[in-house]
Every structure is written in structure tokens, then in C-alpha cells.
């Protein structure tokens, strides 16, 4: 083993060098045909137990480098797989029968599997192959760009994860995140993000309500389904996945330096009072000493004087200061996981273990987290077999600078953007080497200089969750019970997780006092299923029916306590007692909640032609009022092999093709729970010299008839593959209504109450979803692929609480989409030219003057108010989401580029406000030599300058990027052999390498940010 592993470190230290030398023995070549000599091409030619492989071309030719010795896989959809051993000849024939059993994937489907050929409902898998193609640090991040009608957002932020819909959003003030199913266990809390990517087999996606529908009220924004990876019978084998990425923080919004800022404050001065200032191209030294608050910070003001040295101003001299530089670092990723597989007849297992260390980009941040996977599968007699699978995960997330305890005054809204905010031409450090507290002399702007060691905000999180069976064969005991099962799941979820946070009086957030916070959560759940299973055939009929009775239950428990003047730093939030400090916030509570449902489907198929699927489900939620706690959610799809009829069996250019049709109905029972009880608020008031304790009741009113919100959707889709499966995928068109939403209606004054919850108003939305795979190239050594993923989609509301009448409030307009924005339209730049327009609104007392914002008056009455004036500008819900990876193939090498965009959405920037007061980012503003200028003129103010200057933010938001760049090297299985190893891959990637086209240039539209990682990857996947 010493030996083994200095010859391994050997060839790994040697392996760039040793790329292009490295061959395989030789070349074999031969011709695959069908049983009819046919030529077939696209026929996968692999060498087992490694990545090495090839493709037949147009003639069925192939031509691979092999080692004697090893074994070559001959597959192709809808054939006999054939495996041939590697002897002395050079060329190997192969001809390949049809295979009808295995011409189908098996995707899962709720409480059990399907070939992909039965499947009636819209369902898009995602394999631990598209999984892995890039490091992730969680699922959620894998899957996006993979999968058409999932629309998935990115977090930069280390140990955070995006948001994520399925078919765009429906509910208006209920959850819109789908369901998590885990090796069959629903999630009652959190999502997949505690999951090692490199533990997951496949996650397939439910999406139109015939599929989910089987999941309930659980299943109305769609159901993730993942599989995680199990023991397969054979020798034990032992894998392990390693990468490291190198990140750096990038900005596409440059800052002004100190020459283009001091100007900008002169303007901005001048613009404030124009009598006391002069213009920004005529400075004073006098004036700028009073602008810059020179007696403030001294040190600062001698940058500037560096422009003054000369007598006339040079700007050129004066230095700047990129205070960015102070908070941000390179950021590195180690990702490393281990596992194991392999069992017997009889037992399989598989285990690993992960570990993740994801120091961010910005000071601070950083998350590590650990993961353990084991799951075993006993088939302890013919009849019985037992099996379990446990996920742990600790993580530890330093989230960085935090939002609680912020001082108002204080800019930025991260350590980030707090940097961005210092002024370029003030200096950090005073003659004696010591940080400058107010670098400008500015008390809103602090010095981030060492903020990380004034500043935590520390995030902890154990969670394990299992899926434990256990199921009887009763064909067994009797051929009359043949197709009849019985199982039981059981799946426990823990988590326990702690937040603490503390703030230095020294920390740029804070203003002269520190702080310390604490909160604790525990959250407990479990679900039990039972369920009967049978699957009969009979002649051409093939049926199958499943019987389910399920229990869920949720308790979670926190407590949370806050206090200011934390006497010692090196306390932090850990002696947060009376008598330690003054607790200025305190509060502890539980909450729990159960369902209960009974659920029933039947599958039934004819000649593998026609296929039909009814399920109904029966739920019951706690929350929900006394009366309307259960509802009954059906659903029906039908589905038609049409490549099975005898007038299309033996046409040339159809493989496979299905029309799917299906109509379901779910619900959704999400609002907190106990509000339907009309809770009472605590009260405490004096009485003598004693407080006395009561109660008073609840501002909401409790409904007592509070029910499920119901979504009712049809889908029509169809699946296909044509050309000898050249072009392969599926299209689906679905629209949906939900009604009865769970809305928070405001009531009048005198009843008592605030508002209530209520069943009204309705929501619709339509869409359409496209998977499409292409082989474009097939040639003997190269070949190129291609996986697009799209859909569009579009939602608006019908009625709301009040009808057919808007509701301005909460942003919701009838007619129109959720994500509505709603403000003053834009006319661009008041001008010199607009003097007697200008005039009139004045008149009506506004203070409009050339240079500012110019609103469009949308009632010609020359006044701009909020009722009269305000329009629907746009929509921030994209409308199409695209994923495009090509992928390149030349012998051993693999090229794989991944592109994904979003179009038709409104980008909303918040225009430029302005003011003068804090550092600003490079645009064009308006002053008296640049008056043809995308911004308005600077003012300098504490408040908000220009009130009209976001009417100048609303832009396209459609953008194209390329997310991610591949290249990897599949060594011989000779070379592995000869170092003691089965499989060796070596890869390379670039992450975030550039935008293809962006309508916002300074706006990374993926993340919503100026700022974004870009980073490089490199990784080594071996099998032992």
C-alpha cells in the first residue's frame, strides 16, 4: 500500500505533463448492426468499469483504444446490451437484437417507480451524471439549467441557497416551494441544501398536478423527488470525488476614482444651493475644504490638497482608495467525498462521507459542513426485506456581517456594499499606522477596515434524516397472492440549529454600543406510510394498483434573546444573562401541526399502447378550521404509445412517441397554525404596587371556516424520439387555477379586528416546457451533443378579496402577473428647453427644475400623485428560462459549455439616488456641460434627493451567460490498471466565465448583483 500510494502521488503530480503522451495498447474498429444488418448508429461503445468510450457513426462504424483485457459494453436504446472481451483481434462485429424490456428508463414517481414509457404525467429527471458534471455545493444549485419549467435562482453567499419554483408561482401569500421527497420520505423541514450532491442518484421533478396529485395538498408547487445512491450487488468498490475551486469577487458596476468622485460632490454640492457653492467645474480650495470636511478627518484632506499643489486643480494627484480591497480575498473551495458500494445477493450497502470548506469571497464569510450517508438493503428471506438509509450533516455558516443590530444611518446593506460606500479619496490610516474610524469625517461612513474582527453573525445547523422500510412478498406464500406487497416507511427529521451574532461598539454597523443576539430552533417531524401494492398482467393487460394511509407530524421549538452593551467582546452571545447585561428582546414558542391522509391509484396499460392513471388522495391538516380540515384531491392522465400502431411501426424516422394528457387537483393549507383559534396577547398591568397578568384578544380575526386553497390543472404533452434517436425529448403545454387563496383580508375598525384570513380570490397561469436532446456530430473520434431546456410561462391574478378590484397595497393588480411593478413611469431628463413645462407642475407644487427626474403624467393634469400617476411598468417573473450545455467529445477529452438565461422580466436598479453623501458608482449624470445624460443631476442631502430618480431604474432584465466551461480527460484503463486503480478522470472548469448578452451592463442578472465569483476548478474522480 506504501508503494501503491507514492506511485499514485506520482502520477497525479505528473498528470498535466502527461496528458497528451498517455495512449491506450491499441485500436479496435468494427461495425455494430441490428438483426437485420442495418447499420446503427449512436450506438454507446464503452470500456466497462471506466468513462472511456465512443460512438458508432452514420455506418455504424467505431473506432476505440483499448487494452487487452478489457471489457467493451455494446448499448443502444430499445437493444440487447452486448458485452465482448478484448483479445488479440483488431476488429470486433457486433449484431444487437431488440430488447423491448429495456428500452425504457425508470424514473420515480410518487410511492414507487415507472418506466418512462408508463408514465402519464410530466416528469423531468435529472441524473447524478448532470448532477456532478460541475462542483456544486448543494442540489438545488445542480439542478438549475437542467430541468424545463424549474426556474431556479443563484446565492453567491457561502451556505446559502437560491429559490426555487416549479412552473412559476401561484399563491399569493402561501408557500410556493415544492415538496421535497427524499429515498421516499416527504420533507417536513428544509429542503435538500444538508445533501452531498455526490450522494444523489437522480432527482426527478413532478410537475403538472396529475403526477403530484398523489402527494396531496403537499404536492401543489410541484414534488423534487430525489434518490439518493445505494449498495449494487458485486465486489465492493471504493470512489472518491475531489475538487478545488478558486473564486475571486468580480464587478461589473466600476466606482467613480477620487478625481471623478470629488467632482461628482462639487456638482452635488452646487445642485443642493447653488448661492453658497460653486459650479463642480469651477471649484475653490476654500469651498472643497468646506465640501470634504477637511477639520473632520485632516489626513483625507491632504489627499485632496495633493490636487491643489500646482495652484490650479489637477484631480489627477490625488490618490484613491479602493476600500474593497480591505474586505475581500480569494476564495477557496475544497470538495471531497469518499464512498463505498457493494453487497451480496442478499445485502447491499453503500456509505460515504463528505466534506465541504467554502471560504467566500468577502471577509467573514465562509461555510464548512460535514456529511455521512449510509444506507443497507437486506433481502432477508423470499418473502421479507428490510432496508435503511441515514443523511447527517453538521454545517457551520459564518454568514458575515448581519442586518441585525445595524445602525440606520449607517450605508450598505453587507460588508460588501459598506466598502463600495467609503469614499475613494479618503485615506485608511493616520500617520501612526492606525486606522482612521471616519475615513472623510463623515459619521454615516466608518472605516471596514478589520471588520471581521469586530463583527459574527454564526450559523449552526445538525440535521439528520432516515428512510427506513421494511415489505412482504405475499406471492410467497401463495401464487394466488402474486403481485401483492405490503410495505412500511418510516422517516425521522431532526435538525437543530443556532444563530449567534455579535457586534463590537468598534463595527462599522454600529454606533458606539455592541450588541449580541442568540436564537435557538429545534425542529422534530417524522412520517409514517403504510402501503399496499399490487401489480398484476393479465394477457395484454398489465394493471397495478397502490393503497396508502399516511401520518406526518411537525413540532418545532425556539427561543431567542437580545441585549446592547455587551461588557467583554470575548463574551459574545454566550452570557447573555440579567446579570450579565440587560435583555432588551426575549421570547421562546412551539408550534405543531399533523396530516393525515389516505390516498388510492390505479395504473392500468393495454398492449403497452393505451395507459391510464386515476389517483385520489384524501388530507387532513390540523391548521385548517374545525369542519374544513379534509379535502379530496383527484386526478386522471391518460397516455398513448402511438409508436406501437401498426401504420407507424416500421417507419424509419420514429423511435419512440407518446401523447400524454392528464387533469389533477391539489391544495395548499399553508399559513401558521393555530389561526383559525382566535389566539389571545398577553397583558400585563399595574395594580398597587404589583403587575397584574390578562389578556387581550387578537388584532386577526379567527375564521372558523377557513379552508384549502385548491389548484385544478390540465396538462398535454408529448414525449418523443426520432431519426434513430438522433433528436429525442418532450414538449408540454399545462394551465392551471387556483382558487379559495389563503388571503389576509383588512377589516373595517369598528368590528375590533385588523383583518382575517379568508378563502378568496383566484390565480391562473399557463405555460409551456421543452426538453430537447440532440446528437449533432457523430464522427469516428469526435462528437458533439446537446441538452436544451425552456420553457415560458406566464400567471395572472383573477379576483382578489375584494373582486375584480386591485389591490394597489399589496401589489396586486387583476389581469396581471405576481412580481408586478408598480411606480412612475420615466420621460427621461427635465431640460432647459422644458422651462414652461416645468412651470406648470411647479405651479401645482412640485419643484421640478432642469436636470431632475421627469415622470410621465399619465392624466395630463400637471400634478404627479401616487393615485393618478402611477402605472404597471413591468414584471420581475421572467416569462422564458433557458439552458443550453453542449457537450464535445474527441477521444479521451470531453468539452462541455454550459449557458442559461432568463428573458421578458423587468430588472428594477432603484435609479441612482444621488446624493452626494456616500461614494458613488460610475454613470452618467447630468450636470450643465453634460446635459444629454442617462441620470439625473446630483444633489447633496442626508435624505433622498431626487424623489423621482427611480423612475429612471426600470430595465429589460433578459440576459444570456455562460455559467460554466469543462474540460476533462478520461485516462486508459491500462494507465489505471498499472497504478492499481479501475478509473481515473482528471477535469478542469471555468465557473461564471463571461455574459453573452446582458440589457443591464453593470448588473450580473443571474445573481441579481453588480457583483459575482467568477472561479477555476480543477478535480480528480477516482475508482479504487
Not at 505528473?14 to 468494427?30: H, K, W
Not at 478484448?86 to 418506466?115: C, F, P, R
Request: glycine share 10%; charged share 20%.
Amino acid at each position: 500500500m506504501k508503494h501503491l500510494t507514492r506511485k499514485l502521488l506520482m502520477y497525479i503530480g505528473c498528470l498535466l505533463f502527461s496528458i497528451p503522451i498517455l495512449a491506450q495498447d491499441r485500436e479496435v474498429t468494427g461495425t455494430i448492426t441490428d438483426n437485420n444488418g442495418v447499420p446503427l448508429p449512436g450506438v454507446n461503445v464503452a470500456v466497462k468499469g471506466t468513462s472511456v468510450g465512443t460512438q458508432t457513426n452514420f455506418d455504424g462504424d467505431y473506432a476505440l483504444s483499448v487494452s487487452e483485457g478489457d471489457v467493451l459494453i455494446f448499448s443502444f436504446m430499445g437493444m440487447q446490451t452486448v458485452e465482448k472481451t478484448v483479445g488479440v483481434e483488431d476488429q470486433i462485429d457486433v449484431v444487437m437484437q431488440n430488447d423491448n424490456e429495456s428500452l425504457e428508463e425508470v424514473v420515480v414517481v410518487g410511492y414507487g417507480e415507472q418506466k418512462k414509457s408508463d408514465v402519464t404525467g410530466a416528469i423531468v429527471s435529472v441524473s447524478s451524471v448532470e448532477i456532478n458534471s460541475r462542483p456544486v455545493n448543494n442540489a438545488i444549485e445542480a439542478m438549475q439549467g437542467k430541468a424545463a419549467g424549474v426556474d431556479i435562482t443563484t446565492s453567491e453567499r457561502p451556505g446559502t441557497v437560491g429559490d426555487i419554483t416549479i412552473r412559476g408561482v401561484r399563491s399569493l401569500t402561501a408557500s410556493n416551494s415544492p415538496l421535497y421527497v427524499v429515498d421516499g420520505i416527504p420533507l417536513i423541514s428544509g429542503g435538500i441544501e444538508n445533501i452531498n450532491p455526490s450522494d444523489i442518484e437522480s432527482i426527478d421533478v413532478l410537475k403538472d398536478a396529475s403526477s403530484t396529485a398523489i402527494y396531496g395538498s403537499r404536492g401543489a408547487n410541484g414534488v423534487v423527488i430525489v434518490s439518493t445512491k445505494r449498495g449494487k450487488e458485486g465486489n465492493y468498490s471504493l470512489s472518491l470525488n475531489s475538487a478545488v475551486t478558486f473564486q475571486t469577487l468580480e464587478n461589473r458596476s466600476e466606482l467613480m476614482n477620487a478625481s471623478e468622485y470629488i467632482e461628482f460632490r462639487r456638482w452635488a454640492k452646487y445642485y443642493s444651493d447653488p448661492d453658497s457653492f460653486p459650479r463642480g467645474d469651477e471649484p475653490t480650495q476654500e469651498n472643497d475644504f468646506d465640501i470634504f470636511l477637511g477639520s473632520a478627518d485632516p489626513y483625507s484632506w491632504e489627499n485632496i490638497l495633493r490636487g491643489w499643489e500646482g495652484g490650479a486643480w489637477d484631480g489627477s494627484q490625488v490618490r484613491s482608495t479602493d476600500w474593497t480591497d480591505f474586505v475581500t480575498r480569494t476564495g477557496i473551495t475544497n470538495q471531497h467525498t469518499l464512498s463505498v458500494s457493494g453487497g451480496s445477493e442478499k445485502m447491499t450497502a453503500y456509505g460515504s462521507f463528505g466534506f465541504l470548506d467554502n471560504v467566500g469571497t468577502v471577509i467573514g464569510q465562509s461555510y464548512r459542513r460535514y456529511t455521512g450517508k449510509v444506507s443497507i438493503d437486506i433481502d432477508a428471506t423470499d418473502w421479507f426485506s428490510f432496508g435503511a438509509t441515514i443523511n447527517a450533516s453538521y454545517g457551520v455558516n459564518e454568514y458575515g456581517q448581519s442586518g441585525a443590530g445595524r445602525n440606520s444611518n449607517v450605508n450598505g446593506e453587507g460588508l460588501y456594499d459598506t466598502a463600495r460606500g467609503v469614499f475613494a479619496w479618503a485615506v485608511p490610516y493616520d500617520d501612526e499606522g492606525s486606522r482612521i474610524e471616519f475615513p472623510g469625517g463623515d459619521d454615516a461612513v466608518k472605516t471596514v477596515i478589520g471588520e471581521e474582527k469586530f463583527s459574527q453573525d454564526q450559523r449552526m445547523n445538525i440535521r439528520t434524516f432516515g428512510s427506513f422500510y421494511s415489505e412482504v412478498d405475499f406471492s410467497a406464500f401463495s401464487s394466488a397472492l402474486d403481485g401483492l406487497r405490503y410495505r412500511m416507511n418510516f422517516g425521522p427529521d431532526i435538525s437543530v440549529g443556532r444563530d449567534g451574532i455579535f457586534l463590537d461598539a468598534q463595527s462599522v454597523i454600529r454606533a458606539g454600543s455592541s450588541y449580541a443576539s442568540l436564537y435557538k430552533e429545534q425542529n422534530l417531524s417524522y412520517t409514517l406510510d403504510n402501503i399496499l401494492f399490487y401489480d398484476k398482467e393479465f394477457g395484454m393487460h398489465d394493471i397495478g394498483l397502490t393503497f396508502l394511509q399516511s401520518r406526518t407530524q411537525f413540532k418545532t421549538e425556539f427561543n431567542n434573546m437580545a441585549a446592547d452593551n455587551i461588557p467583554f467582546p470575548s463574551q459574545k452571545w454566550n452570557a447573555l444573562s440579567n446579570t450579565n447585561v440587560e435583555l432588551n428582546t426575549w421570547d421562546s414558542g412551539i408550534e405543531e401541526r399533523q396530516l393525515d391522509s389516505y390516498m388510492g391509484r390505479i395504473n392500468y396499460g393495454y398492449d403497452e399502447r393505451y395507459i391510464l392513471t386515476l389517483s385520489g388522495r384524501y388530507d387532513g391538516a390540523s391548521q385548517l378550521a374545525e369542519g374544513n380540515k379534509w379535502a379530496f384531491f383527484p386526478s386522471m392522465a391518460l397516455a398513448w404509445r402511438f409508436d406501437r400502431e401498426s401504420f407507424l411501426e416500421n417507419t424509419d424516422w420514429l423511435n419512440q412517441g407518446k401523447l400524454r394528457l392528464g387533469v389533477g387537483s391539489t391544495g395548499n393549507s399553508a399559513i401558521d397554525p393555530y389561526s383559525t383559534k382566535g389566539g389571545l396577547i398577553p397583558l400585563f398591568y399595574p395594580s398597587g404596587s404589583t403587575l397584574s397578568s390578562g389578556t387581550i384578544t387578537s388584532t386577526n380575526f379567527a375564521n372558523k371556516e377557513l379552508g384549502w386553497e385548491t389548484t385544478t390543472q390540465y396538462n398535454v404533452g408529448v414525449d418523443f424520439s426520432l431519426l434513430n434517436y438522433r433528436i429525442s425529448g418532450s414538449l408540454d403545454y399545462y394551465n392551471s387555477k387556483t382558487d379559495d387563496l389563503l388571503l389576509l383580508k383588512t377589516l373595517p375598525t369598528v368590528t375590533g379586528y385588523v383583518d382575517t384570513y379568508e378563502n378568496v380570490g383566484k390565480t391562473a397561469s399557463q405555460g409551456i416546457d421543452l426538453t430537447l436532446q440532440t446528437v449533432n456530430l457523430d464522427l469516428d473520434k469526435f462528437g458533439w451533443e446537446s441538452t436544451l431546456n425552456a420553457s415560458w410561462q406566464d400567471n395572472h391574478i383573477v379576483e382578489l378579496a375584494n373582486g375584480t378590484e386591485d389591490d394597489i397595497n399589496n401589489n396586486w393588480f387583476i389581469g396581471e402577473q405576481l412580481g408586478v411593478v408598480y411606480g412612475y413611469e420615466s420621460n427621461g431628463i427635465w431640460q432647459e428647453s422644458d422651462a414652461e413645462e416645468i412651470a406648470r407642475f411647479n405651479a401645482n407644487g412640485h419643484n421640478f427644475s432642469p436636470g431632475l427626474s421627469r415622470p410621465v403624467d399619465q392624466n395630463g393634469d400637471y400634478r404627479i400623485d401616487a393615485n393618478n400617476d402611477r402605472t404597471i411598468i413591468g414584471n420581475t417573473l421572467p416569462k422564458y428560462i433557458l439552458g443550453l450545455t453542449n457537450t464535445f467529445n474527441y477521444g479521451n477529452f470531453e468539452l462541455s459549455v454550459f449557458m442559461y438565461g432568463r428573458f421578458g422580466y423587468t430588472y428594477y436598479t432603484e435609479g441612482e439616488a444621488q446624493t452626494g453623501r456616500f461614494n458613488q458608482r460610475k454613470i452618467d449624470y447630468y450636470t450643465e456641460t453634460n446635459t444629454n445624460s442617462k441620470y439625473q443631476k446630483p444633489i447633496y442631502t442626508a435624505g433622498t434627493g431626487d424623489p423621482f430618480a427611480t423612475t429612471l431604474g426600470y430595465e429589460s432584465g433578459s440576459f444570456i451567460k455562460i455559467r460554466n466551461i469543462s474540460l476533462g480527460y478520461n485516462f486508459s484503463s491500462g494507465f489505471a490498471k498499472s497504478i492499481g486503480l479501475s478509473n481515473i478522470r482528471f477535469y478542469v472548469q471555468a465557473q461564471n466565465p463571461g455574459m453573452i448578452f446582458s440589457d443591464v451592463d453593470w448588473v450580473d442578472l443571474d445573481v441579481n448583483s453588480p457583483s459575482w465569483n467568477r472561479g477555476f476548478t480543477t478535480g480528480l474522480n477516482i475508482d479504487f
